[in-house]
């Protein structure tokens, strides 16, 4: 009786560990074991993942920058980047000539897109949390949040950022969870239909579409509400980076090859290819 109840203590707490760390990824432990788990798996996500990159340049960054093809070189947040997934797509696309600010909580998966993406001067890695977004309000033409929502600790506190950065007119693209994996998220994923709806009612979005992407995710293309207006866009994306001391927005480069706010001088650091962003946050 003894041995068995050793083997059922033993199952059950397989099972916990398996729910818990692997099958929601942390969510329900808090942010830091979510991207402690990211730190950990980062050299082997993309291979965990088995993406496939001709199927998601078709799927995903041609569409996009379809979408984009009337604004002049189109600045696009990607929203928890992870290891450069869509940046390093939008780098494929013919006669793209936009930038992309790759943002993400989770250093080493930063690190992991740095060496994928090389010296890309297309493309600026920001560690920095997805719910605290540094920049000014309607800075993007484009905002993509990828297979991340339901692993973020207030998934209305990053919507509600990712809207707020998108330009009037801009299309926003996310993914929602379906399937198995889905039912096991309590809490964290809502029917895709449920989710438009929400986008509609409570951030103001229109033109909600859900495409079946995945055997897991479907693909919702929306756009923010409102009309683009007439003033000149930022031809540079420091010149939308709000500043972490003065809240400010404006930077300029330093010899260094850091960051100078034009404000009040606060620097921010390249390190690794990351501009490090959350470090500077924390030290106000």
Sequence with gaps: MFALWIGVTVVLLGAAVWYLLLATEGVYLGKRVVIALYDLYARRYDRLKQFDQEWELQTLAVPLAKALSAVPKPLILDVATGTGRLPNLLECVPHFKGQVIGLDYSWQMLRVAAEKLGASRRVTLIHQDATCL?????????VVCLEALEFLPDQAAALAEIVRVARPGAPILLTNRRGFYARLLRGRVQPSQEFAIALIETYGLEQVEIEEWQLEYDLIWATKGGTPGAEARPSDWRAILCCPRCGEVGFQVEAAQGLCCVHCGKALAFRQGILS????????
């Design 134 to 142: 540094p920049f000014a309000d309607e800075s993007f033409d484009a």
């Design 277 to 284: 962003y959350a470090a500077a946050q924390n030290e106000r």
